[in-house]
């Protein structure tokens, strides 16, 4: 019998179907169903639905058999992309070809079968616990009420007192968050004891990309009207072109400075979605700025395999579902 969570099956389905399916789903995994959607973005869509546990939304994503990686373009960048990434090149000294330069920072080319999912729309930070401004924790630290009452008075968006606690400023008044540290293990233990996982790097690559043989899920070339982040005016009240959910309904891999977690094979930690600002902080333009936000780009990572960092790394996360 037919997977009906598979995109092939899922895409020909009966509305009324459709829903039966998705209602089923929230019952079984503990979520609220809040409406069916068609999340559409660079020329693809998916009828899917948004879930809500808890204080965040899920998307239904179907399944499919997909190739991932990246060993070629299709189209080939324009020269404005190539002109930045040759610069970038002959400053490292590298005498290859663009291609060769970006094989050597993407993962291969080979074909996987992606089982359906309920994933976390945004991504979430780590070792951060939300407590109440007259938690017993916070008030047994005057000076950290102190330092909060002086960023108030300086009108600030927040603070944080690393490793300890941070701070932020919302509609609704500030918010306090304390810190507890957390090695990737046991990041990966606790999600499990609520009945989901991270991502692996397969389904990450998938649910940034759904398969595409381009270089970025719209073709191969950064494109330069894009609103990104650190570049443009502040004032622009445009969206974050990346950072708006993609086909998926998910928001994902539109910042550099933010890395998210996922899983080899081997059970081992791989970054994905960013480089940590490294290119940036180097003075990169956009176009290798944005490089490790591209689906198959593998960031090499600088510090030991199971230490996280709560600045830079952040997790979603994916409960992978089955037809009864």
């Not at 649910?207 to 982040?229: A, H, K, N």
């Amino acid at each position: 019998m037919e997977n009906r969570l598979m995109r092939p099956v899922w895409e020909r389905l009966p509305a009324e179907e459709r829903r039966e399916l998705l209602e089923q789903m929230g019952k079984r995994h503990g979520m609220l169903l809040l409406g069916e959607e068609t999340f559409a973005r660079w020329g693809r869509e998916t009828h899917s639905a948004r879930f809500r546990r808890g204080e965040s939304e899920f998307v239904f994503v179907p399944g499919d058999t997909v190739t991932l990686g990246w060993e070629s373009f299709v189209q080939g960048m324009d020269e404005e992309n190539l002109a930045q990434l040759r610069e970038e090149m002959e400053n490292l000294g590298w005498e290859g070809t663009v291609e060769e330069f970006l094989g050597e920072q993407t993962s291969p080319v080979r074909q996987v079968t992606i089982g359906p999912m309920l994933v976390e729309r945004t991504l979430q930070t780590i070792g951060y616990e939300e407590v109440p401004l007259d938690d017993p924790r916070l008030t047994a630290r005057p000076d950290w009420l102190e330092d909060l009452a002086r960023a108030e008075r300086e009108n600030c968006q927040g603070l944080t007192i690393s490793g300890q606690v941070r701070f932020l400023k919302g509609e609704t008044g500030w918010q306090a968050e304390l810190y507890h540290e957390i090695s990737f293990p046991q990041l990966k233990e606790q999600l499990a004891g609520q009945g989901f996982s991270l991502p692996t790097t397969d389904q990450w690559e998938y649910l940034c990309g759904g398969g595409c043989r381009t270089f970025f899920p719209w073709g191969d070339s950064l494109d330069l009207d894009f609103r990104l982040l650190y570049f443009g005016e502040l004032e622009d009240s445009r969206p974050y072109d990346m950072k708006e959910p993609n086909f998926f309904g998910l928001s994902m891999a539109y910042d550099p400075y933010r890395l998210e977690l996922t899983v080899d094979p081997d059970g081992s930690l791989v970054h994905k979605g960013g480089d940590g600002g490294c290119n940036l902080c180097g003075g990169a333009g956009p176009v290798v700025g944005f490089l490790p936000c591209a689906p198959y780009f593998r960031y090499e990572e600088w510090r030991d395999g199971e230490e996280l960092d709560d600045d830079y790394d952040f997790y979603r996360r994916v409960l992978e579902i089955r037809e009864d």
